[in-house]
């Protein structure tokens, strides 16, 4: 089955680089309108290149944790469409690594704020775009995390069981709308994030990032990375006339995670 989403209107939070920019060149390549923004300009200066050959894809600057800035930039898609299909809440920073009592409290609040919040200011202005359009899909990035506990990363399994909550909760509200909501749950990607995140958790356990390395790819049953592309293709098949019953699940796309650590 090839997955078409021809005239499908997609919002992407964070789509500047890593999984959501992986995401908006499928959803292209597959058809799709895509409205993304990002915090960092360099990423974005790298997505407009590409646009240069898309005439599909619009790229907006905004700060997905500050209201104010996700207000203005719906302001700006609802300038180009007053509808959407789907909205990707893929905005989610790593945090800080640590046993809790070693945290500090701003990380802490900090990590809350772009991974929970801004989920909510995100699903806040695409609601009504998705009434709109008489249904749709809301896509929310938990991980593993948000599945398991997390040894020394407090803070984002705690963020990442919030978007859990909030996926569940909201495809109740939306059932009626025909908006199905889910989240997915992607387990450890191969790429410069968990790059950073190996190499904290080795800095703070003084062990080789090899080591560490070994031990994430051992946690699951098919002993394997995930990469980038997976996350897009499984979001790609939700948003899709394809999967029109599909709402308020969990999808793990982690090669079978067994443990945390
Ligand atoms: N990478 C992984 O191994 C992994 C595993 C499980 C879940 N996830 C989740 O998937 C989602 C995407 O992960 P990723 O690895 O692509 O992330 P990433 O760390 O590579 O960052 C992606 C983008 O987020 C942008 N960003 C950061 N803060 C922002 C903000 N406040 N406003 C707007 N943009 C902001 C960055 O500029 C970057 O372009 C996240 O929710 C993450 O928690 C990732």
């Avoid at 509200?173 to 950073?196: H, Q, S, W, Y």
Wanted: glycine fraction near 8%; charged fraction near 25%.
């Amino acid at each position: 089955m090839s997955i078409d989403l021809k005239n499908k209107r997609i919002v992407i939070s964070a789509g500047g680089s890593g999984i959501g920019w992986s995401s908006a060149k499928i959803f292209l390549e597959k058809g799709a309108t895509v409205y993304l923004c990002d915090i960092n300009s360099t990423f974005l200066n790298k997505c407009k290149k590409h646009k240069l050959n898309n005439k599909k894809l619009f790229v907006f600057q905004c700060d997905a944790s500050d209201e104010n800035q996700v207000k203005n930039f719906f302001t700006k898609v609802l300038k180009k469409t007053k509808k959407i299909d789907a909205l990707i809440n893929n905005v989610g920073i790593a945090g800080p690594t640590g046993t809790l009592e070693k945290l500090k409290s701003k990380d802490w609040e900090n990590t809350l704020k772009v991974n929970v919040i801004s989920h909510f200011y995100f699903s806040k202005y695409s609601i009504p775009m998705l009434k709109k359009n008489k249904g749709g899909a809301i896509i929310n990035l938990s991980s593993t995390a948000g599945i398991f506990g997390f040894p020394l990363r407090s803070p984002y399994c705690a963020s990442k069981w919030a978007v859990v909550g909030i996926t569940k909760t909201l495809a109740m509200e939306l059932g009626k709308f025909k908006i199905r909501v889910n989240a997915i749950c992607p387990g450890t990607i191969k790429g410069d994030r968990m790059g950073r995140v190996i190499r904290d958790k080795s800095k703070f356990l003084n062990v080789s990032k090899k080591l560490i390395e070994k031990e994430f790819v051992s946690m699951t049953s098919m002993n394997t990375w995930v990469y980038e592309e997976d996350i897009g293709k499984i979001c790609s098949f939700i948003i899709s006339n394809d999967a029109p019953r599909i709402s308020g699940q969990v999808i793990a796309v982690d090669g079978n995670t067994l443990r945390m650590h």
